[in-house]
């Protein structure tokens, strides 16, 4: 399966109110080499296990396997991952077609906020929210995995 998603910095906090669900994140990293990583992550009441594949030139798509497993199986797991765990919350928006995936990032990344989009092609066009800051689709170094190796308060600002 293709993943095909665009980042941006958030602006402002006005996310919040348009949110119709939030979801708290704590995510583990088994390999974050860039031409595959997998992810384990745990959110309020489900675990998964994902492979990502290398990004295309642009950092917009790129291959994603993901498999939904037991908690106490990622609890396990977890105990195998590299340092840097991410910890975060979600927030859910619906905007026009699609949803944007808003996570603010707490410990080691506490200060930054970043949107995504999943698009169904790399051409679909979407309303752009007030609150939506720059855009930094392929950027790696705001890639989860590679926060977890770099964080955010480790960048110079």
Do not use: H
């Not at 995510?27 to 296990?49: C, H, K, M, W, Y």
């Not at 199986?73 to 699609?98: S, T």
């Amino acid at each position: 399966m293709t993943e095909i998603e665009k980042k941006f910095l958030v602006k402002s906090e006005d996310y919040k109110k348009e949110a119709f669900k939030k979801i708290r994140i704590k995510q583990g990293f088994l390999s974050t080499d860039p031409e595959r990583t997998v992810r384990l992550r745990i959110t309020d009441n489900s675990a998964f296990l994902t492979i990502k594949g290398k990004s295309n030139e642009k950092g917009l798509s790129r291959f994603e396997w993901e498999k939904e497993i037991e908690i106490n199986e990622a609890e396990e797991l977890f105990k195998l991952c590299k340092p840097g765990i991410i910890d975060k919350m979600r927030y859910l928006v619906n905007q026009g077609n699609f949803i944007f995936e808003v996570d603010e990032f707490y410990g080691e990344n506490q200060g930054l906020v970043i949107a995504e989009i999943e698009l169904e092609t790399e051409k679909d066009e979407f309303e752009r929210p007030d609150w939506l800051g720059n855009e930094v689709t392929g950027e790696i170094r705001y890639y989860n995995s590679q926060l977890s190796n770099n964080p955010y308060k480790n960048w110079k600002k």
